[in-house]
């Protein structure tokens, strides 16, 4: 999301989002085009994401709204990678 005013479009329960950039370093399920279900939210601009493996707190900044899509993405939806190794000290 580009602007804090698409906030106002998230219904909880209904809306689906896509991770827009790669946060597998938190997690290995949220590579980037990752699609979930907002189920809620967890703090003023942090949306709490439920992924078909994983439901986890995202920033808004992160994520993008799928617009036309409702109820939950299944695991054939999300994008199949290959973790790569990650040494100490890399981002």
Known sequence: MEDRKELERVVIGQTVVR???DLSVMNPNLAEGSTGLVVGKIA???LKVAFPRVTVGVSWRDL??????TGMPTESEQPKLIPKPRTMGEE
């Open 19 to 21: 991770v827009n950039k």
């Open 44 to 46: 003023n601009y942090t």
């Open 64 to 69: 993008d709204v799928v617009p036309g899509r």
